[in-house]
């Protein structure tokens, strides 16, 4: 609790960076904002993970390039995307069986790219599919769904867990989320959802986007456990200081990221058959 102002100054601020880029760029300034934060991101990866297993800096720069430019095909291009994955990452695999050749093991060599596979999936694909909605029809209402469908399960699971929370969830992961924080954070999920389907999405079918709100919910929470997973292995606090109060990109959107695809699925289908 000592950190909430501190946290609730950063989400307005950021707020309202979010709104003026809506207000003066539309879905696109906030396609490009959110490419930016994505390799933001994937920068703070590379930096947990990569300098926690002394990986060169040849292959870190190598990670980023490569992961920016999954990103970019997969978000602003559809041409030959499943091949331009293809040909990415085993260009990838190839220049690092040759920049790690002479600076470790089989077993170094393995781990470097393994962190480097799990980056592209967790860096590259599953953010892409956050900004994809965008492009979709009605797509900012999607992408305020699948937000407030995150970051209310955030809030709530935030006061739930210090005023209720006794058990704790996952202690070797996360010390401080609780049972009572889950549960009040998946509330939380649903009734943003709820509240967006009122507002926004009369069209959608409201036992329906309760249903997704609530699994992208639980999708949102794991991927908190995810990122925590990280950390715990790099032994750092935060992925990064852009956000004081939050921390850093993958701190702050590492449930959107989990929650993501789900919410385009379900966008996608809506969009195809009304």
Aim: hydrophobic share 55%.
């Amino acid at each position: 609790m000592k950190a909430l102002p501190t946290r609730i100054i950063s989400a307005l601020v950021a707020l309202a960076l979010f709104f003026a880029i809506t207000y003066f760029f539309k879905s696109s300034g906030v396609i490009w904002a959110g490419f930016t934060l994505c390799i933001i991101g994937a920068f703070e990866y590379q930096k947990i993970l990569f300098r926690h297993f002394q990986m060169p800096y040849l292959l870190r720069f190598w990670f980023l390039l490569v992961c920016s430019l999954l990103l970019f095909i997969t978000v602003f291009s559809n041409w030959m995307l499943a091949a331009s994955w293809g040909i990415l990452i085993s260009a990838y695999f190839a220049g690092t069986l040759w920049i790690m050749r002479s600076r470790t093991d089989n077993d170094g060599l393995l781990r470097a790219i393994s962190l480097s596979a799990l980056g592209f999936v967790y860096c590259a694909m599953l953010p892409s599919f956050a900004l994809t909605i965008l492009r979709l029809d009605n797509g900012h209402l999607w992408f305020l769904l699948l937000v407030t469908c995150v970051f209310s399960g955030d809030i709530f699971a935030y006061f739930g867990g210090s005023w209720f929370g006794r058990e704790k969830l996952m202690p070797a992961l996360s010390p401080n989320k609780t049972r009572a924080g889950a549960i009040a954070g998946l509330l939380g999920s649903v009734t943003a959802s709820a509240l967006v389907q009122h507002f926004s999405l009369q069209n959608t079918p409201m036992v329906v986007l309760i249903v997704a709100g609530a699994l992208a919910g639980v999708l949102a929470q794991n991927g908190d456990l995810f990122e925590s997973l990280i950390k715990r292995v790099a032994d750092v606090k935060d992925s990064g200081r852009i956000m004081p109060g939050h921390g850093g990109v993958l701190d702050r959107l590492d449930g959107v990221y989990f929650a993501a695809p789900l919410i385009y699925a379900v966008a996608e289908y809506f969009q195809n058959t009304h």
